[in-house]
């Protein structure tokens, strides 16, 4: 699978996260747009750089094929050079293994910044073939309050702007509040010169992993099967409705803390909140997530804001703003006993916690937000000291670490190698690794050669676990990362004692006020 993005962007890696959401990281060190994210929860194929390209990026590699005279000299336009670099794009992902390409053109028909790629596709067609070509446009069937209605001149504008660049839809996927008539199909279908079968309903489901199912009740993939003549194949989709099954007959409900600086768009963290959801599953549960901004766990406010809840997580981040409120929540967690997963800035905001509260290491801190702290137990790392590209300065992709045998680590991964994606550029500083072992502290993963430190945990807490990868990144619906579903299972265990003592305190509150109206 592939995106296609129009902005100018080289890539969302420098990208403020309010902007544009989370980085989404493929194992060779792409950092992508999130939506790739979603492609590999539900394919389940591992993507790569591939997979993601912008108009950034291809400007960026027709300007530098014409200063290498790529072109001889000939003048350099968006037909055919432009176009023809998006097309090498696709034609990228095709290789022996792979029978279909599907590609998303990011954006919105009738965008200015998309022109280039709507040319790019219309020309794929009669490179390849028409019958190696299926086009399918999303859009959307708003539902009017005051009089009732769904309207479809939307679709009907956007397929006509659509056309006109000379792509006619082979299928309409309609998105909608609720479903939409079979009346209405057939008037889109009139209107917008598709086959009725071929007008798809994706109206809004309880879950997001119910939409396989739903385009599969609509006839979607017979019908795009049918126009690329891949006939004979029957889905078997009895795993998509076991996990629908599990997500449907949960009955029991967690509380979990997420503790970031950009919670006011949820998709800032979108892989968290799904990894989080995995190993709800997983454990035959649901997650209820609280959004907390990192300030508010400041100063003396860490008790008030996360004494109800049954866990937390402290997700990865850039930036000195919040930080503190990050090192409170991880301390509070340590001190009562609250699960906690840290992910990167959060397993470095657990260390600098460590420091400060246990070792005594007074004012300790990451070098990257106070450069002269006398602990740097967070610091770069002396290659990288002289990079300065702020696109090109991370320890990015998969990474191998090695588990030590017997820590909480190594039982939930069930193994003593793995391989998690990495996005950052500080680590834990080995230099100060000798302060912190024997304490306690447990450093149950590192490098293979030992210099980076991986994983860290508290041998007598039932879940204090930082990584310094982003394991949320290989999360899958029927695979849940691993660590998540160690911090879910240690969460569940304190909401379940926490409501037997509540119960046992009602109860004995009961039989105190049975005795006393006896006894009066």
């Known amino acids: 699978m592939q995106k296609l993005d129009p902005y100018i962007n080289v890539d969302p890696g420098t990208m403020n996260p309010y902007e544009h959401g989370e980085v989404f990281v493929t194992d060779d060190g792409g950092e992508t747009d999130l939506d790739l994210g979603h492609y590999e929860r539900f394919i389940d194929e591992n993507l790569t750089k591939l997979s993601n390209a912008t108009t950034g990026s291809i400007y960026s590699s027709v300007i530098a094929a014409e200063r290498h005279g790529e072109y001889l000299g000939k003048t350099v336009q968006v037909i055919p050079h432009v176009t023809n670099e998006i097309k090498n794009r696709i034609a990228s992902l095709v290789a022996e293994d792979v029978d279909v390409v599907i590609t998303e053109i990011g954006g919105t028909v009738g965008d200015i910044e998309i022109l280039p790629f709507l040319e790019a596709i219309r020309q794929v067609r009669l490179d390849v073939g028409r019958a190696n070509v299926c086009y399918i446009h999303v859009t959307l069937v708003p539902f009017i309050g005051p009089t009732g209605e769904q309207k479809t001149k939307p679709t009907q504008h956007s397929v006509t702007e659509l056309r006109s660049r000379g792509v006619q839809p082979d299928a309409i996927v309609c998105r909608s509040e609720s479903p939409i008539s079979d009346e209405l199909k057939r008037k889109i279908s009139g209107l917008c010169d598709v086959d009725p079968s071929a007008v798809v309903n994706a109206a809004d489901a309880a879950s997001i992993y119910e939409i396989p199912l739903v385009l599969h009740d609509e006839g979607l993939d017979q019908e795009v099967c049918g126009i690329l003549r891949l006939g004979g194949h029957k889905p078997d989709l009895s795993a998509w409705r076991k996990l629908n099954q599990r997500i449907e007959d949960a009955n029991e409900t967690v509380r979990i803390g997420l503790i970031g600086k950009y919670v006011t ?6 892989s968290v909140v799904e990894a989080l959801n995995h190993a709800a ?11 907390i901004q990192s300030e508010s766990v400041e100063g003396l406010m860490a008790e008030s804001t996360l004494s109800g809840l049954d866990g937390i997580v402290i997700p990865g981040g850039f930036g000195e703003r919040g930080v503190e409120g990050k090192i409170n929540a991880a301390a509070y967690a340590r001190e009562n006993n609250l699960p906690c997963l840290g992910i990167c800035l959060g397993l470095q905001a657990m260390t600098v916690e460590y420091a400060r509260n246990v070792l005594g290491l007074t004012n300790a ?42 820590t909480k680590v190594a ?45 860290i945990e508290l041998a007598t807490h039932p879940w204090w676990v930082g990584t310094q990868a982003h394991p949320e990144f290989k999360s899958r619906p029927d695979r849940p990362a691993p660590l998540f579903c160690g911090l879910l299972e240690a969460a569940l265990d304190r909401s379940r004692s926490r409501t037997a003592a509540r119960l046992s305190t009602e109860t004995a509150q009961h039989i105190k006020n049975i005795s006393e109206v006896s006894v009066g």
């Open 265 to 270: 768009l949820p998709d800032a963290y979108l």
């Open 281 to 291: 599953i997983y454990h035959g549960a649901s997650v209820d997530i609280e959004w």
């Open 411 to 455: 039982e939930v991964y069930g193994t003593e190698v793995v391989s998690e994606r990495h996005r950052h550029r500080y680590e834990f500083n080995p230099k100060l690794r000798s302060r912190f072992e024997g304490q306690g502290f447990i450093i149950s993963g590192e490098s293979p050669d030992g210099l980076l430190v991986e994983f």
């Open 365 to 406: 801190h990451s070098s990257e937000f106070n450069p002269r702290t006398p602990w740097p137990v967070i610091d770069l790392m002396e290659s990288q000291r002289q990079i300065t590209d702020k696109g090109g300065t991370m320890r990015l992709g998969a990474c191998l670490a090695k588990l030590r045998a017997g």
